[in-house]
């Protein structure tokens, strides 16, 4: 149904920058977590999805953050990173300043039209020159507040802790100043996938960003071309969650094929609706690689 109330939700937060500019470092400086030591290479390959409860004057407040690659081939997931989010949170080393996906990264959240919010890391390091960064970005029209400008730049450091509080303030506060962060918890369930895999024991497992309405275990779903059943609902932590609230990014189990990442999903009354969807979409894209494999041979033949 489109009763309801409208309820308030956690900002959604994208870190991007340039490769070991150190965002996952400072997402598991914020989460108390070690992805860091677990990345093949030290390289983020994937979009990882976490959501933590800050405390800021003793105030509770969730907070969804996405972890994005800053290698530059996965200019895909960084697009993708920058239009499912309320925020970006720009992530610039001090001691190497603006480089290529920094700028690649801010192009994607301007393009979005998204709010940025810089975080100038690794300011304990010998060398560190956070005013250059400042100076270097507002060339790209990221003029920091105590220049002038409207950007909000942190100086913090993963490694020391240092300005973690300030950065989820700065966080906080722009979600407060620009955003109407609010969501029907009873609409139909809808959002995108983050991410999908095939894992070997549980088979295909999409992780999906909630954007409006509450996906419960027991939801029949279709995720672009994939439908199934939800058999379970998992957070960041391995944990079984019976409903995923709006913001909520959240492991499904129980598709019958693999989603792409970017596709939307969205719940339906029964499983054989979900099928029907599911094969229509199926069909239209065999139809659609067909016609441009036509194209191609029909090309090929003017050689
Ligand atoms: P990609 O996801 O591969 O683009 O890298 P990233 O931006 O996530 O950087 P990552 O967190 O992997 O950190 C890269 C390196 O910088 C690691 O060796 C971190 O330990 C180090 N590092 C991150 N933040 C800081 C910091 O604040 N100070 C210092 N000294 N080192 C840091
Ligand atoms: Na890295
Ligand atoms: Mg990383």
């Given amino acids: 149904g489109e009763e309801g109330d409208w309820e308030s939700r956690p900002p959604v937060v994208t870190v991007m920058g ?38 800021l004057e003793h105030n509770e407040r969730p907070i969804t953050f996405i972890d994005t690659p800053g290698h530059e081939s996965f200019t895909a997931m960084r697009a993708r990173g920058a239009k499912v989010t309320d925020i970006v949170v720009l992530v610039v080393a001090a001691d190497d300043g603006v480089m290529p996906q920094t700028v690649e990264a801010l192009n994607h959240a ?84 983050i991410e999908g895999k095939l894992d070997k024991g549980r088979g295909p497992v999409a992780t999906v960003l909630v954007q409006r309405g509450t996906l419960r275990q027991g939801d029949s779903i279709v995720a672009g071309d994939a439908y199934g059943r939800v058999r379970s609902l998992l957070d960041e932590h391995g944990n079984k969650l019976k409903e995923a609230l709006p913001s909520r990014p959240v492991q499904v189990v129980g598709l019958t094929s693999v989603p792409r990442a970017g596709d939307t999903f969205l719940v339906v009354e029964e499983d054989r609706v979900a099928r029907q969807i599911a094969d229509r979409r199926q069909a239209r894209i065999r139809n659609a690689q067909n016609a441009s494999m036509r194209k191609r041979i029909s090309l090929e033949d003017l050689d």
């Fill in 18 to 55: 340039h490769v070991d500019h150190g965002k996952t470092k400072l997402l598991d400086a914020l989460r108390h977590s070690n992805v860091v030591s677990k990345e093949a290479g030290g390289i983020t390959q994937h979009i990882g999805a976490y959501q933590i409860v800050t405390e």
């Fill in 110 to 193: 301007q393009a979005a039209e998204v709010p940025i919010v810089v975080a100038v890391n690794k300011i304990d390091k010998e060398g560190a020159n956070p005013a250059k960064i400042r100076q270097q970005l507002t060339e790209y029209g990221l003029v920091a507040e105590e220049y002038g400008g409207d950007t909000m730049f942190v100086d913090v450091s993963a490694t020391t802790r240092q300005g973690l509080d300030e950065l989820l303030t700065a966080i906080l506060l722009t979600a407060d100043a620009s955003l109407d962060l609010r969501a029907n918890t009873e609409q139909d369930p809808q959002g995108v996938v």
